[in-house]
Antibody, heavy 119, light 112 residues
Framework: EVQLQQSGAELGKPGTSVKLSCKVS????????MHWVNQRPGKGLEWIGRIDPANGNTIYAEKFKSKATLTADTSSNTAYMQLSQLKSDDTAIYFC????????????WGQGVMVTVSS | DIVMTQGALPNPVPSGESASITCQSSKSLLHSNGKTYLNWYLQRPGQSPQLLIY???TRASGVSDRFSGSGSGTDFTLKISSVEAEDVGVYYC?????????FGGGTKLELK
């Protein structure tokens, strides 16, 4: 069974950074792309970017290019997203999602992690 | 970027009735391979999204046949026949043709 286990809730002060993790079990992340999606309180889903763990290649949505940094550790089968220069509107739930065997949709999702930015 | 626009539902929907959710893309999602790269997800309250439909009309594994997807290159419909309590949540369309992988704004389904 494929599972994506995300790290716990984060509370960050404005101007600081947080690093979120997404550990995958049951599937080798070298064989897929890992994506990150956010959801601000009461709002819809917003795609942030994706990483190819096999080579580290990344693609970001324009608005997140200076906000998010995606990395992956294939030895631990874990994807990471660092959010820098936190502001109050970075407060959101962040999901990792994986394409799986068929690379045309998000087949598997993490449980989501709440990031709260507050002084 | 491809903009995805979803319509609203006349909530609440009576249990057992059908419901249709619309989604429109700013660019055709029809690929040269003949497949249309439009996905539907359901996010139940307090849960992560789950895949319902991919390639516009192919149901994901384990998804009830009460869900069906249809459309053209730019206009899409998700139909839910005989709405049940477990269908309550927010439905999102997503295009998978280009980066960024954009979502629609979501359509909320409430049950009467």
């Amino acid at each position: 069974e494929v599972q994506l286990q995300q790290s716990g809730a984060e509370l960050g002060k404005p101007g600081t950074s947080v690093k979120l993790s997404c550990k995958v079990s049951g599937y080798n992340i070298r064989n897929t792309y890992m994506h990150w999606v956010n959801q601000r309180p009461g709002k819809g889903l917003e795609w942030i970017g994706r990483i190819d763990p096999a080579n580290g290649n990344t693609i970001y949505a324009e608005k997140f290019k200076s906000k998010a940094t995606l990395t992956a550790d294939t030895s631990s089968n874990t994807a990471y997203m660092q959010l820098s220069q936190l502001k109050s509107d970075d407060t959101a739930i962040y999901f990792c999602a994986m394409e799986g065997y068929n690379p045309y949709y998000f087949d598997y999702w993490g449980q989501g992690v709440m990031v709260t930015v507050s002084s | 970027d491809i903009v995805m626009t979803q319509g609203a539902l006349p909530n609440p929907v009576p249990s057992g009735e059908s419901a249709s959710i619309t989604c429109q893309s700013s660019k055709s999602l029809l690929h040269s391979n003949g497949k249309t790269y439009l996905n539907w997800y359901l996010q139940r309250p307090g849960q992560s999204p789950q895949l319902l439909i991919y390639w516009m009309s192919t149901r994901a594994s384990g998804v009830s046949d009460r869900f069906s997807g249809s459309g053209s290159g730019t206009d899409f419909t998700l139909k839910i026949s005989s709405v049940e309590a477990e269908d309550v949540g927010v439905y999102y369309c997503q295009q998978f043709l280009e980066y960024p992988r954009t979502f629609g704004g979501g359509t909320k389904l409430e049950l009467k």
